[in-house]
């Protein structure tokens, strides 16, 4: 039972204590001593091969081999164990310690049983002369036995306590820094940006969305309420789709257009994200809008400006072909005339000519026109 990985575990803990020194266990031992008229009284700690003397009175050994210590047999029983005179006790008369140096004869012994029921060691007595316990002496020693013990069990659980104390500071700072970092996030992203719980419930927001649904619905958003509460009715359905997509770990994407009474059309995109904790569980959705109107408008400019141009372009090829066919056969006229051209051909040539210039500024001025009311700068389709 000695042996006991469990029990050596608690001699372990037990030993990390620092009651060599202290005033209450001094105070053990000293009664112990007093009690029971000896020299010597321990506290001792067991472990697999040495017995730690924690507590001591009468000696400044500070450890001894297990196998020559009589407290190896006094964890074995419950209550205390007086050994008279070693010398006439079969177990310990070969021992070093009573065969020799210092020559112990007396010992008495109770043990020390923690709250869980590990025997960690002894409070015990030795004299150098053969020795005996009343009734009444051997109680005091079992009772003061029980109250080192209790001490222990008691310094112990506020070591613990005071380990989870840190413990947990240490946690709650961690994740105060990981709100902050997640906080400073979120407010440094200039995008509409929601973090959604698997039910689709708000779990953290940003200002840019707070103040996004304050000024366009009129709604507050809170932690825990339903987003698609905050949805336009038409929106509802392909958000719900979406979102289901993205708990099975799909990113997905969509873009858009809503008319806002008072505040006009604004396109947008938004974008579904799985978020995940330290395992890669799926614990919500990241939810972010992009507000694409500015973008969207200069793209559409662009798309009218090139169908106006191609528009022109189908309209005013009508019309260049009747003076173009003019200059053609004027030209072929007078070559076949050896380029010896009569008026009435150069006369007909220069007005050809001259409609030809009339349409081509006639296109030019209304593409000057279209930039400069556009502002853009204008490609051909």
Known sequence: MIYDDIRLQAVERFKTLDIDTDK???EFVDMA????????????????DIQWLKVKKGTDVEQMPVKT???THTILQDDVMVVPDAQKDERFADSPIVAGAPNVRFYAGTPLITSEGQRIGTLCVIDMEPHELNRDQQQMLKM???????????RISVE????NRIEVEQHKNALKKAEIRLRSFFESSKNFHVLLGKNGEVIDYNKVAFLFLKTLHNAKITRGSQFVNFLKPELIDRFNESFSLALKGEKVFIEGVTDYEHHGKMYWEASFETARDARSKIIGISYVIRDVTDRKIKELKIIDQNRSLLKIAHVQAHEFRAPLTSIIGMMDLIAADDYKAPKEYLEMLGKAVHTLDTKICEIVGTVDSMELLNGTEVYSA
């Open 69 to 71: 210590s009589f407290c």
């Open 24 to 26: 209450e266990f001094r």
């Open 33 to 48: 001593s007093t009690i029971c008229s000896t020299p010597i009284a321990l506290i001792t700690l067991l472990e697999t």
């Open 160 to 163: 613990m306590l005071e380990k």
């Open 144 to 154: 003061l036995g029980k109250q080192a013990i209790g001490l222990m069990d008691f």
